[in-house]
């Protein structure tokens, strides 16, 4: 049944006072980021670094990230006959963001047929519907073991400079190790989730006792490791957790099983829905594992999910692709000669505020206290945070050893030598988790660590200072054999970010492919194709998910809306299916439109 309008103006009421208790006027400069202030949290815990010489050669392509940009992107170079590629890392070893997150309980929160890439090239099987993390960077070897990525990578390495050297028309790359190499592409995949990020608590250096990230995991001193044995050290420890996103929502459980006690801190609750985690049946593989079986998935769940002509089977069948169905159906049962865009605005907050109510309700019926699970609730739209799918969170404040703090939306006040205080309570903990995510939002430079010196020694952060330039969100004018491999300009697919890298990957090995056939030296966009497809991007309106009138989060700029160079950031405007029909309609014409070669 439709929300009533008393329903629905209570709701967005609601929604408005607990989103205005969350603004801050620092924004995203509330969080400092996990550097060297942090010596001991910084450090990689997991590999040891080893010695070397510093490397002084030329490689074809070099590829700064070694996460699943590099490595798909490496893996379609060596299938198009390009396998002289170098991948560069600040981790130990392959990975990216599955390198660093081994906190208990990780798993993908998409189906791990689209989640995980390259499994119809690898022949794997997932043992899962939602796989967790060993699985997933157990993966990620196999790709770098199959197709040879391994031989010249660099691993415990951070990319301090890339300069365009017009006279040899190749990059020069140095690095922290003493490595000056050049190549004659490079690509940048620093990704979304690759700078984990604290809270900027007052006196986050004061606290004495042990602390760490969620990305930087210390089974030393929990005990157990990232296959799910029990953290039996935690036995004598009071443990607090800050952060209840999709991190927090899947450690927690776990630290609760062993800890003495588990202190849960809360800024804000995220939705939690069912996960309904499975084994996945070798005969049903089998049975859908025929060739093209992977990119038939990829389009059915975009599909599933797209504004225009819907397919009549649902792959997938999850959380992601039930949200779309679910406006869909409130949409299409609209009169035709009243549907306009109030109306569908209209039957699309009646479908979301339905959908919040039953994620609310959920809460009651797993979490036995009241006043706990009042403050569990998520009063915003659906799509506002990143919608998490848990069974085992919302049941573990049921035990006698977990504690929420809820902080009412204003977060931890301070952190002393031996504690946190929230409301004027001193917390004493022995342990501090901070499970406060990545900086989604953060600037390329910040990501990676450097900056880019393209033609005539402009700065790639320089070029992009007004917004961001690209062609298809790869490749930028006066950067010659230069991709950057991100959601932005592109596809801009949350839901799934593996699939925007998959589709990259195939048009930079097709362009690659293409010009060393040919003999060419440089390839870039045309000043005038950039500028078009720049103009396109900023025909789009935006989504609910980038709304001001969310509550503040990652995707929002914390609430203090997007301006001009926000804009420039979309994704097509035709969503994501539209982007990935426009790109595999370029591929196929081959002739590189909007493209400038040069010999």
Known sequence: MAATMLDKASVKQKYAQERAKRLRPDGNAQYIPLDARFPEMA???YTLVKAREPVHDHVTFAFVGAGFSGLVVGARLAEAGVSDV?????????????????????QCDTVSMIYLPLLEETGYMPSERYVHGPEIRAHCNRIADQFGLRDK?????????????????????????GDDFTAKYIGMGTGPLSVAKLPGIPGIERFRGKAFHTSRWDYEYTGGNANGAAMDKLGDKRVAIIGTGATGIQCVPYVARTAKHLFVFQRTPSSVDERGNRAVDPDWFKSIAEPGWQQRWYDNFVDNQSRGVIPTEDYINDGWTAISRRIRERVFALPSDQIDMTTIRAAVDDADI?????????????????ETAEKLKAWYSQLCKRPCFNDLYLPAFNQPNVTLVDTDGRGVEEITETGLVVNGQHYEVDCIVYASGFDFGASFQLKSGFDVKGRDGQFLSEYWDNGLRTLHGLQ????????TVQMFQAANLASNIPHNIVDHAKTIAQIVAHAEARGFAEVEPALEAEQAWVDLVLTGTGSLITSPDCTPGFWNNEGQGWDQKFRQIQGHPGGPK???????QWRAAGDFKGLHFAK
């Open 43 to 45: 450090t990689d815990p």
């Open 86 to 106: 170098r991948l560069i890392d600040k981790a130990g070893d392959v990975g990216g963001t599955w390198y660093w997150n081994r906190y208990p309980g990780v």
């Open 153 to 177: 990578a660099l691993f415990h390495t951070e990319v301090t400079s890339v300069e365009w050297q017009q006279s040899d028309q190749r990059w020069r790359i140095t690095t922290n190790r």
């Open 354 to 370: 339905e959908k919040m109510n039953e994620i609310r309700a959920r809460v009651d019926a797993l979490v036995h206290d009241r």
């Open 476 to 483: 930028t004018h006066n950067f010659p054999n230069a991709f």
């Open 578 to 584: 539209a982007f990935f029909d426009h790109m595999n």
